[in-house]
């Protein structure tokens, strides 16, 4: 078994910043040292000038996706190395149900996709494709013997993912009663599709078209929709996913105001990217941002409230919603029509370095920072204490994060299975260090790899902590 004690460093809680020595043995944390007080004979790591905080946890990919006639260009194993240099020691995919197939076929192919061939620690929510009395009874089923204790559901998409109200409704009764949360894509597909045929037939075939066809009011009334449906069914916890716009943003902070179980996430491409700049860019290069919900406009204060809601907890969480798709054979299936691009950024790898810049820029302490990409979605989604926290008795998955080191993204340095970056370009400051996950250092302070496929094992997730 090994020991190692983290010297020197300074250790990120929910209380804010303190010193402390981090004992790690085996694969779990064994204890916290008033600075120079741990055990003399171990091995250590010195952490002078770093942040010691827990590994993060991505509780929104889609690795290996089949999505617009192709897949997610990230598999299991070139995902979760990526995840892992960039300080994310945990991943929650979705497994998924097609629609008329049986709901614990899908988790077992989504499971065998999986095995063996992460580099961290991953855990699976449900997406629902079709709900019906099987899918219901199988939810409950989930949770009680699957660790899987969040589903997601699709108000976009008509014909794919697509569940009308009523079925939304069916499945947040049932989640009421079981426990589990519903996670919500909340876009009004139905209205969205109308937009999306009346601008092809104009002729609006490039991608910022994608984004044009999809107005923050049709994510408003869906998030609003969302709400009060889960209102009807007696407050059933509901989560909304890639929150991309203010007016969006108004609907979680009123529910949340009037004490609803009412919980949100951004992404980072929604903090930093814009219709214009990158939706927007010459030709088709734009199709590189196409995701949804879309990119929203830099005219419009979206990244401000964002980050403001990041602060209040109206967003609770940051996921990457990592769905990479390459440039070439794959966003290219959308040449001419906007509507055939895969949808889907890949970010899994940034995003401890992209919300770090909120600190930088005074838009979020220290604290706030680890709760938003490590913290609450591990209580959020049932991870916690194993997860989410430097404590006795949690997972040893830590990184050392140097705020004096700098990060530069981009297609050459990368992981990411991917033929482009979509933060191309980016010199920002802090940089992630060390990376242990479950007691084993798999990236060193130098960059180098240690970890391997195989290594990440499946998490069975227990019901969440974090609701009223
Ligand atoms: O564009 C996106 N977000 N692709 C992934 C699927 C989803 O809706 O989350
Ligand atoms: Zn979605
Ligand atoms: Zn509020
Ligand atoms: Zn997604």
Redesign the pocket.
């Known amino acids: 078994m090994t020991t190692l004690l983290i010297v020197n460093g300074t250790v990120i809680g929910s209380a804010g910043p303190y010193a402390a020595d981090v004992l790690v043995e085996g694969e779990k944390i064994a204890a916290l040292f008033a600075p120079g007080r741990g055990p003399a004979d171990v091995e250590t790591i010195d952490a002078t000038g770093k942040y010691v905080i827990p590994g993060a946890v991505d509780a929104?990919t889609?690795m290996e996706?089949p999505?617009g006639g192709t897949f997610a260009s990230d598999t299991f194993d070139t995902g979760t190395r990526a995840a892992a240099f960039g300080g994310t020691t945990t991943i929650v995919d979705f497994a998924v149900q097609r629609t008329g197939e049986v709901v614990q076929d899908g988790l077992a192919a989504w499971h065998g996709k999986a095995e063996g061939n992460c580099h961290v620690d991953y855990a699976f929510h449900m997406i629902l494709g079709g709900v019906d009395d099987d899918s219901l009874k199988a939810m409950d089923q989930l949770v009680a013997d699957e660790g899987i204790t969040s589903f997601k559901l699709?108000m976009?998409?008509p014909g794919v993912f697509y569940s009308d109200d009523g079925q939304i409704l069916r499945a947040m009764q049932r989640a009421r009663d079981n426990g589990a949360v519903i996670m919500m894509?909340a876009e009004n597909g139905i209205a969205i599709d109308v937009l999306v045929q009346q601008a092809l037939a104009r002729g609006e075939t490039d991608p910022i078209h994608h984004g044009i066809t999809r107005p923050q009011a049709l994510e408003a009334e869906a998030t609003s929709r969302a709400i009060r449906l889960a209102e009807v069914a007696r407050d059933c916890p509901l989560y909304i996913?890639?929150l991309s716009a203010s007016q969006a943003l108004e609907e979680v902070a009123a529910a949340r105001d009037a004490g609803r179980n009412v919980f949100a996430e951004t992404c980072p491409q929604y903090l930093y990217l814009t219709l214009e700049d990158q939706l927007g860019a010459p030709g088709f290069e734009g199709a590189k941002w196409?995701?949804?919900?879309p990119l929203r406009s830099k005219h419009e204060p979206h990244r401000a409230d964002l980050w403001k809601g990041l602060r209040s907890n109206d967003l609770a969480v940051v996921s990457t919603?990592h769905?990479p798709f390459c440039f070439k054979d794959q966003k290219e299936l959308g040449r001419g029509d906007f509507s055939k691009i895969p949808?889907?950024?890949g970010g899994v790898e940034h995003r401890v370095d992209l919300v770090y810049q909120g600190v930088v820029d005074k838009q979020l302490s220290l604290a706030r920072w680890v709760e938003t990409i490590a913290t609450t979605p591990a209580r959020m989604f049932g991870l916690y204490p194993r997860k989410g926290v430097i404590a006795p008795g949690s997972d040893a998955d830590i990184v050392l994060y140097d705020p004096a080191g700098t990060t530069r993204i981009g297609v050459d340095t990368h992981h990411m299975n991917m033929d482009h970056s979509a933060w191309e370009g980016y010199e920002i400051a802090g940089r992630v260090h060390t990376v242990l996950s479950r007691g084993t250092v798999v990236v060193d302070g130098d960059g180098n790899y240690h970890g391997r496929k195989g290594h990440g094992q499946y998490l069975r997730r227990g019901l969440s902590d974090y609701l009223l």
Request: contains cysteine; negative net charge; hydrophobic residues 35%.
């Open positions: 929104h889609h996706l999505f699709f976009a998409y894509h996913v890639h196409v995701c949804s919900t919603d769905c949808n889907g950024i």
